[in-house]
């Protein structure tokens, strides 16, 4: 099973860079969208379609901001839309497909850079969605979590990381948040289950300094439930093709879906 997850920073602009060419040659199963600022009516144009693929959307009530979408060759058993506060339903911040023994979700966090309500938001999203992550451990199924969270984790995760204390994204507040989901809950990060490689980074600030000197950043997750851990396979986070601030992240999976 191969996932892609891309935060697209607004599909129109990322189809316009060649997403949908590139995607129609990646050999997915599963493709999660984040930031699609986009109505799920206007999801439906021709344009946003792959061939053979169910096309899911989840879409904001300030359409644009936020939105995610799932695309997938299987038909699921079940979808489900939010997480039931209003920093992830308002924004249109999480969409969940239900397979036979695993469930794949696109999720998106707030930025948290551009006001200090943004960050609050942020901590209040964080906060709520530990208690989501605590309930969905009890469930006798698999998660794997498509996630643009905008916090990098650790010092290999961000460059210059003594400059970057002060800036959201990596605050230790919001490391220890990770540290929280990875140490106390369980979860797992596919991509550092394989390598522990350096500047591997998945979004870049809009500045062509950032892009010369790969001031990145990684923002972007797939994070699975302890029982994936074993069957995760193979990775690609490359700095191009990109189609956005944020780069693709493709994890392959020992796994078969089924319904």
């Known amino acids: 099973m191969r996932v892609v997850s891309v935060n697209v920073n607004g599909i129109r602009a990322a189809t316009e ?76 911040r999480y969409l969940q497909l239900d397979f036979d023994k695993v469930s794949i979700s696109s999720l998106l966090l707030p930025f948290g850079r551009e006001s200090e309500e943004q960050l609050d938001e942020k901590f209040s999203f964080m906060e709520n969605f530990t208690e989501h992550l605590i309930k969905q451990r009890r469930k006798r199924r698999e998660y794997i979590y498509c996630a643009s969270l905008y916090i990098a984790y650790q010092k290999l995760d961000v460059k210059n990381w003594r400059d970057c204390q002060s800036l959201p994204g990596f605050l230790t507040d919001e490391r220890i948040w990770l540290d929280d989901i990875f140490a106390d809950l369980g979860y797992v990060d596919a991509m550092r ?65 089924e319904i």
């Open 193 to 257: 289950e394989l390598t522990r490689e350096t500047d591997l980074f998945s979004w870049w600030p809009d500045s062509e300094q950032a892009e010369a000197l790969n001031f990145g950043w990684r923002f972007d997750y797939q994070l699975l439930t302890p029982g994936l851990r074993r069957i995760v396979r193979n990775f690609n986070l490359s700095r191009q093709p990109r189609f956005s601030q944020h780069a693709p992240l493709t994890i392959d999976y020992n796994w078969t879906l």
């Open 17 to 92: 860079l060649g997403l949908f060419d590139w995607l129609r040659e990646q050999a997915a199963d599963v493709i999660c969208l984040q930031d699609t600022r986009i109505t799920n009516r206007e999801m439906e144009a021709p344009e946003f379609q792959l061939e053979g693929f169910n096309l899911f959307s989840c879409d904001s009530f300030e359409p644009e901001k936020g939105g995610v979408a799932i695309y997938s060759r299987l038909q699921p058993k079940a979808v489900i839309f939010g997480l039931g506060f209003p920093e992830a339903d308002h924004f249109g």
